[in-house]
T-cell receptor, first 112, second 113 residues
Framework: DQQVKQNSPSLSVQEGRISILNCDYTNSMFDYFLWYKKYPAEGPTFLISISSIKDKNEDGRFTVFLNKSAKHLSLHIVPSQPGDSAVYFCAANAGANSKLTFGKGITLSVRP | IAGITQAPTSQILAAGRRMTLRCTQDMRHNAMYWYRQDLGLGLRLIHYSNTAGTTGKGEVPDGYSVSRANTDDFPLTLASAVPSQTSVYFC????????????FGPGTRLTVL
């Protein structure tokens, strides 16, 4: 059973517009959530994270929102840039000494 | 600082052969991980190590073994490769197991024929 779900495999957005990448989870023990970004032929790199004690975390053009009651988080990229085109993985874990569980990833394409 | 290095970059392997993927980190991280990435399946954890001398099984451990003789190295061995092990393999590390950010290597693309 998939505990971290990224149900949309791909998203295409116009440059300058907002990109919204969604992620749902089923394990109520998850309390820390991360987004990783991956370019082709490279390893994933950490982008942004959020703890369950918060509902929003912002870092420049990237904002992650967490809705614990809905077991849903989203990554907003504003404004989107062509260099943001990559695969984005949502991940979650249940605190100290637990391992990350990744979603399947979503491919974002930002059109110039 | 190199971070995490993996070798080889890519490899084509005959089924039944033994193969070891190498991973080295220079960040003195306690925890290390091996993932495989497959189209439509995302990143799946194969094995992990909490600290030197200890290892644990992840989501898809069958057919793979690991060792952690020291802090820096975490090799992944396929004792007898099968075509279903064709994948891209990523090694990662973090300061501790848990909420610490994981840093990934560049990956090894393995094809088993």
């Amino acid at each position: 059973d998939q505990q971290v779900k990224q149900n949309s495999p791909s998203l295409s957005v116009q440059e300058g517009r907002i990109s919204i990448l969604n992620c749902d989870y089923t394990n109520s023990m998850f309390d820390y959530f991360l987004w990783y970004k991956k370019y082709p032929a490279e390893g994933p790199t950490f982008l942004i994270s959020i703890s369950s004690i918060k509902d929003k975390n912002e870092d420049g053009r990237f904002t992650v929102f967490l809705n614990k009651s809905a077991k849903h988080l989203s990554l907003h990229i504003v404004p989107s840039q062509p260099g943001d085109s990559a695969v984005y993985f949502c991940a979650a874990n249940a605190g100290a000494n637990s391992k990350l569980t990744f979603g399947k990833g979503i491919t974002l394409s930002v059109r110039p | 600082i190199a971070g995490i290095t993996q070798a080889p970059t890519s490899q084509i392997l005959a089924a039944g052969r033994r193969m070891t993927l190498r991973c080295t980190q220079d960040m003195r991280h306690n925890a290390m991980y091996w993932y495989r990435q497959d189209l439509g399946l995302g990143l799946r954890l194969i094995h992990y190590s909490n600290t030197a001398g200890t290892t644990g099984k992840g989501e898809v451990p069958d057919g793979y073994s690991v060792s952690r003789a020291n802090t820096d190295d975490f090799p992944l061995t396929l004792a007898s490769a099968v075509p279903s092990q064709t994948s891209v393999y990523f090694c990662a590390s973090s300061e501790q197991l848990g909420t610490d950010t994981q840093y990934f290597g560049p990956g090894t693309r393995l094809t088993v024929l």
